[in-house]
Every structure is written in C-alpha cells, then in structure tokens.
C-alpha cells in the first residue's frame, strides 16, 4: 500500500489552465472517488498521476516519493482505462502477460502472475480466446487483470465501467471495491457517476473547472455539502 499526496499541482494545455491548485490526501489502503461533470479535469489530474501528463506545477507524491519526475514505468502503479484499450490480435493470456514481458519478467514468473489473476477475476477458462470472443464484463476484467499482474500498491481507474450495462455496472463496482480489498491497495477511482462515487468511496473529491470544491467521507458530503453545487451533485437537498 502506498498514500498519495497532491499538492497544489496546477495544469496548463499551452495557454488553458484545466487544474488550478488542487491539494489531495488519500490515505494507505483508501478508496477515493474523483467526481465531477465531464471536462473538469478528473482524467488530466490521474494522468499526472501516472506519469502520461508533466504536472506543470506543483508536487505529486506516492508513498515518500516524489514522483513528478519519474516515468510512468518506475511508478508503483497501474491503470484500467474506459475503453480498455486490449490488443485485439492478441489471447488474454498474452494480454495480461504482455507489459511484463516488456519488463524482461521471467516467464515462469509471468504465467504465475497471469494465473492468480485470472483466479482472481474467474478468467482462468478464457486465456486462449481474443479479445472480441468475450464479452463487456469478461473484457473489462482482462483490463483489471492487466492491471492486477503488475502488482501495484496504487490503482488508478478512469471510468472504467462507462461502457457496460446498467446491471453489469452493478455488480462490478462490487467486484472492484473486492478486489481493492483483498489486494490492499490504494485506489484512485474517476467517475462522472455520483452514485458509483457514493457507493464506492471512503473518500470523494468533488471537483469543478479544475477545482476541489470539496472532500470528504460520502455521508458528510451529504450531510455537509460547502455549497450547492456539491450538494447537487451528490444529491442531497440542501
Ligand atoms: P474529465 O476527465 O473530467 O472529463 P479532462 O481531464 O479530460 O476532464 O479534461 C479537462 C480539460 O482539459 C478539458 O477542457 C479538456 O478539453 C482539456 N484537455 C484535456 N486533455 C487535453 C490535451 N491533451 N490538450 C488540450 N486540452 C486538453
Ligand atoms: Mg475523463
């Protein structure tokens, strides 16, 4: 497990500021929830995170490391992406063994890390077929597996169930909450969806325009929200 501390990280794309100074604690082992309308800068912010964006200013740690300098590889991390992004011409085996091979991983070392997870996920029956002989939910968890295998103490999700079903989004917000659990791992959750934000979240970041406008544990943003923007965000009446 490792925290992740944001501060006062800011963002410009050429001349556009999208984030402008946002300071974010997430604890050992937490889940947190960025949320907020499309466009305020949730991706931008777990990209900085992952090392694909420079954080124009500012300063992003994980664990006691200050990573703004640190590529994306030496990070302790993982990313499940929306679109998933899995390599049609490949297995899900070769899938979730591909980054690792990349890492010049032993391949011994390999395939016992693609078996649990594919234990982990119920996967262990599909590893020969591609990608387009599964279904949403079968390719939404070879994109956790990837995620899985690199055996990460940070995970980053950017809305990772936008594509699926309304009953399948159910039952794998359960799934990802679980299996954020039993890895003990720290979590970095984004989502437009208020009601995956309170479900999911220990804690939610709710943000605007490139602001935190407030966070929190999900009840006290209900029962406090600092203004009526977030209070019609979460929900409550306010
Ligand atoms: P969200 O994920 O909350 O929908 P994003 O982080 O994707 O928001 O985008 C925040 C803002 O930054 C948006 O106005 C978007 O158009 C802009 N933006 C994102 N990526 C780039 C980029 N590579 N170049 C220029 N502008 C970008
Ligand atoms: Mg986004």
Redesign the pocket.
């Known amino acids: 497990m490792a925290s992740v501390q944001i501060r006062g990280v800011q963002k410009y794309?050429?001349g556009?500021q999208?984030i402008r100074g946002v300071d974010i604690d997430i604890k050992d082992g937490e889940f947190a929830v960025l949320v907020?309308p499309?466009?305020?800068?949730?991706?931008?912010?777990l990209r900085m995170l992952a090392g694909l964006e420079e954080i124009t200013e500012g300063e992003i740690s994980i664990g006691d490391t200050v990573v703004n300098d640190m590529p994306p590889k030496e990070r302790d991390i993982a990313m499940v992406f929306q679109n998933y992004a899995l390599y049609p011409h490949m297995s899900v085996y070769d899938n979730m063994a591909f980054s690792l091979m990349l890492a010049k991983v032993e391949k011994s070392a390999v395939k016992e890390r693609v078996d649990r997870a594919s234990s982990i996920l119920g996967l262990t029956n599909l590893l020969d077929r591609y990608p387009r002989q599964l279904s949403g939910g079968q390719r939404q968890r070879v994109a956790m597996g990837r995620a899985i295998v690199r055996d990460p103490q940070v995970f980053l999700f950017d809305e990772p169930l936008s594509n699926l079903d309304a009953k399948l989004r159910v039952q794998m917000r359960a799934e990802i909450r679980e299996l954020h659990q039993r890895l003990r791992t720290t979590s970095v959750y984004?989502t437009h969806d208020q009601i995956e934000a309170m479900t999911m979240a220990d804690q939610i970041v709710v943000?605007r325009d490139g602001v935190v406008e407030q966070r929190g544990r999900p009840l006290d943003l209900y029962d406090h929200p600092v203004n009526l923007f977030v209070a019609g965000f979460i929900g409550s009446p306010a």
């Open positions: 794309f050429g556009t999208v907020g499309s466009g305020c800068g949730k991706s931008t912010l984004v943000m």
